[in-house]
């Protein structure tokens, strides 16, 4: 079975950056579209960044964009969620996501919707103190 690892997290002052990745194992896939997602105490889970293995189209949410950036290695299945000025709400368990299936979602919001991915990672904790 795939499975995703990430890593990266810990604790850092509001305003400071950090680093996740996730590394895919096991048998061999094809991913046709990685994401990061982040669940805070309390809250639902939300979608951070989503990425389009062909052809690299992004799509962030509102409460990240200009700050988070989401990429992949050339071998398409390693993730990365570079996460600069960040704040005390950023604060979550940060999990990475990739679709084993093509996606037929238009580029847009549903691109982070929980169902569109079918391999979920443990999670990694990020939190920012203020």
């Known amino acids: 079975q795939v499975q995703l690892e990430e890593s990266g997290g810990g604790s850092v002052q509001a305003g400071g950056s950090l680093r996740l990745s996730c590394a895919a194992s096991g048998p061999p896939y094809r991913s046709y579209q990685m994401a990061w997602f982040r669940q805070a105490p309390g809250k639902e889970r939300e979608g951070v960044a989503a990425?389009?293995?062909?052809?690299?189209?992004?799509y962030y949410a509102d409460s990240v964009l200009g700050r988070f950036t989401i990429s992949q290695d050339n071998d398409k299945n390693t993730l990365h969620l570079q996460m600069n000025s960040l704040k005390s709400e950023d604060t979550a368990l940060y999990y990475c996501?990739?679709?084993?299936?093509?996606?037929?979602?238009?580029?847009?919001?549903?691109?982070?919707?929980?169902?569109?991915?079918?391999?979920w990672g443990q999670g990694t904790q990020v939190t920012v103190s203020s």
């Open positions: 996501a990739a679709a084993g299936v093509p996606v037929h979602y238009p580029w847009g919001a549903t691109w982070l919707r929980s169902y569109v991915y079918q391999y």
């Open positions: 990425i389009r293995t062909a052809g690299g189209s992004i």
